[in-house]
């Protein structure tokens, strides 16, 4: 079965320093790997997924992650972190023809 | 930018009562799916529904659950006989190809019960 995991559950950084959320998944075949976005009360936003080719994937707002399959890991990176960043972050895994499974998510607060 | 797009945006319920969420997929997509998320929670794989059937559930999608595509462009998710732990926000979403380039989610009706 498929799993995400997201260990940590809040990441707090001060506006412009560079940010890192952290997800490892496990999968028994090849992961398609995603980020979503949550602002409060809002929807799931799409941010940038990995389904093959280059593992450094560039995103929305500026995110980029690495897959990198050795350490079975999908972080998610931004250079500069802004205070409008601050929400709650998913990282999603899914193997082909099977449904997306989410992280339990990562709260992402950005001080001024 | 196409939507997803989910109604009502927040609906309170009795205990015992059915309740249909609503949801408008992306046009030209073939995939649609519920999640909910209870609240503090992670977001949790309730059904799939592909060419006018279910594909896939989850062991919370039990009887109380349906969902059912009533017209080519709706996609609701009815709960027969409502529960407090029913109390969640549900997400609508849908994808072309099997996900491949992911899924595009709605906004979430905000279900509570009482």
């Known amino acids: 079965a498929q799993s995400v995991a997201q260990p940590e559950d809040q990441v707090n950084v001060a506006e412009g320093n560079p940010l890192t959320v952290k997800c490892t998944y496990s999968v028994s075949g090849n992961p398609y790997l995603f980020w979503y976005v949550q602002y409060p009360n809002r929807g799931l936003q799409f941010l940038l997924k990995y389904i093959t080719g280059d593992n450094l994937v560039k995103g929305s707002y500026g995110f980029e992650a690495e897959f990198n399959k050795s350490q079975t890991s999908f972080h998610l990176k931004k250079p500069s972190a802004l205070v409008s960043d601050s929400a709650l972050y998913f990282c999603?895994?899914?193997?082909?023809?099977?449904?997306?499974?989410f992280g339990k998510g990562t709260m992402l607060l950005v001080s001024p | 930018e196409p939507e997803v797009t989910q109604t009502p945006s927040h609906q309170v319920t009795q205990m015992g009562q059915e309740v249909i969420l609503r949801c408008v997929p992306i046009?030209?997509?073939?995939?649609f799916y519920w999640y909910r998320q209870i609240l503090g929670q992670k977001v949790e794989f309730l059904v799939s529904f592909y060419n006018n059937e279910i594909s896939e559930k989850s062991e919370i999608f039990d009887d109380q659950f349906s969902v059912e595509r009533p017209d080519g462009s709706n996609f609701t998710l009815k709960i027969r006989s409502t529960k407090l732990e029913d109390s969640a926000m549900y997400f609508c979403?849908?994808?072309?190809?099997?996900?491949?380039?992911?899924?595009?989610f709605g906004s979430g009706t905000r279900l509570t019960v009482v």
């Open positions: 999603a895994v899914r193997e082909r023809y099977s449904t997306l499974t």
């Open positions: 046009s030209n997509h073939l995939y």
């Open positions: 979403a849908s994808s072309d190809r099997g996900g491949d380039y992911g899924y595009t």
